[in-house]
């Protein structure tokens, strides 16, 4: 296998959860499979007047226990494998959190770096127009995901509403609280993530005084993890994007560092701070380790070297199975993605019935439901952590997938 193939590597995790359910052959078959793959090509004008063209996917996973749900990230690095393991992803993160959702995901092979804001928005009403059969409230519901934010699921809701002739909200989730986002819904991810991490410290028998957290990433994800633990005491030692890292070890101020990055476009550079590379912030001495980036980011190479208690996958897919298994071994607890970050997709279902019933809650309403469940969760991912003698990933794993497995059973083979 290679190792930076993340959809030979879920797959691989995926076989050993199905092995230890003891799935029939015909089921492990078609959980393997994506049901859906669009590939699109999205054209584009440009500012200078010439044509150009990027590649675009909509990977529909699996649709048994509801509408397929996943975000849009744009990148250069951008694969149809990437796109199919993420969607796979979310299939088994919506059952763990038992939200009646399937799994999809989608992409667009481009830097938005280099796009001017009309180019931007020309890419994506193009993109949404070319997959415009396939998403809807009740088919497929796209949300923000890397390089892509409610400004971008603003768009893709208009085009669709043009296409219908009336105003679709529940088309996608992460919109504008204007057009009818959910609060909370920004920084839920994250706030998802907190509570999974406060859970594990109880479980733990940790106090949560005087921890140390570093943070890979400083976007959506990773920005709120640090704002949120911050605000609750939690000293953030490092944090990172894709211009480098910075280390205090007295602490910085997440808000400050923002502050910094929308001024100087990266984290890197800001006062009272050491700058450092990528790989020493993920090697970085600290209790709690956010990667909130991309793939493959921990994985044989710099394992070893980890020198935390506790890695919360706020990123999907963060960590190689070769590089958790030396951190298995050196008894670092990890909180698997698919439990991890799980708190994005549910308040984008508070979104989506929300937006059905044009009913709209509190943020407290929100945060309160979005504890509930992730502390649910968490609690069924521990027991069979615990009860399985599993690692928490398996464990995770077996949940989502058993509820998936279910419900295709009981819905049976069409024809
Ligand atoms: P984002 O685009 O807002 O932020 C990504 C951040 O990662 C940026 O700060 C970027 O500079 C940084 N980055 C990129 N490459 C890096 C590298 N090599 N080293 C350090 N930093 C690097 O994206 P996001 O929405 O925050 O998503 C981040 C991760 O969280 C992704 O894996 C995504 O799938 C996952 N996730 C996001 C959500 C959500 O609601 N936004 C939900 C679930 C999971």
């Known amino acids: 296998m290679k190792e930076d193939n993340v959809w030979q590597m879920t797959l691989e995790r995926l076989d050993k959860t199905m092995a230890l359910l003891g799935l029939t052959p015909g089921v492990q078959k078609y959980l393997r499979e994506p049901r859906k793959i669009i590939e699109v090509a999205v054209t584009v004008k440009m500012d200078s007047g010439d044509i150009d063209i990027f590649k675009g996917y909509r990977i529909q996973h699996n649709t048994n226990r509801g509408p397929a749900k996943g975000g849009i990230r744009y990148h250069p690095q951008v694969t149809a494998d990437e796109i199919k393991a993420l969607a ?108 999974t991490i406060l859970s594990t410290l109880k479980t733990m028998e940790i106090d949560t005084s005087e921890l140390n957290v570093a943070v890979q990433g400083f976007g959506n994800a990773g920005y709120h993890c640090a704002r949120i633990l911050y605000d609750m005491g939690f000293k ?66 710099n394992s070893p070297n980890i020198k935390t208690k506790i890695i919360a996958e706020a990123a999907n897919a963060p960590t190689t199975p070769a590089g958790e298994e030396v951190l298995l071994e050196n008894n670092i607890f990890i909180i698997p993605d698919i439990l991890c970050n799980a708190g994005g997709v549910t308040v984008s279902y508070f979104e989506w019935v929300q937006g059905n019933l044009s009913y709209f809650w509190s943020e407290r309403e929100v945060k309160l439901k979005l504890r509930d469940i992730m502390e649910k969760a968490y609690l069924e991912v521990y027991k069979i952590h615990k009860d399985k003698k599993v690692d928490m990933r398996t464990a995770a794993s077996i949940l989502g997938v058993k509820r998936v497995a279910r419900a295709m059973e009981l819905r049976g083979i069409y024809p």
């Open 88 to 195: 796979l992803l979310m299939t088994i993160k919506c059952a763990v959190v038992n939200i009646p959702f399937g799994g999809a995901k989608g992409g667009v092979i481009v830097d938005p770096k280099k796009l001017s804001l009309r180019e931007l928005e020309n890419l994506t009403r193009r993109y949404t127009f070319e997959i415009i059969n396939d998403i809807g409230p009740e088919k497929d519901i796209p949300a923000p995901d890397v390089n892509t934010n409610s400004q971008v699921m603003a768009w893709i809701m208009d085009t669709y509403s043009i296409d219908k002739g009336y105003s679709v909200p529940g088309v996608v989730t992460g919109k504008p609280i204007e057009l009818g986002g959910s609060l909370g819904r920004e920084y839920a991810t994250s706030l998802g993530c907190v509570y």
């Open 236 to 301: 953030i030692v490092a944090v990172s994007d894709s211009g480098g890292a910075i280390l205090n070890k007295t602490g910085l101020d997440p808000y400050l560092v923002l502050e910094h990055k929308n001024k100087t476009k990266s984290v890197v550079g800001y006062k009272n701070s050491e700058d450092i590379s990528g790989d020493d912030l993920l090697t970085t001495d600290c209790d709690i380790l956010i990667p909130a980036a991309l793939e493959n980011q921990i994985t044989e190479i």
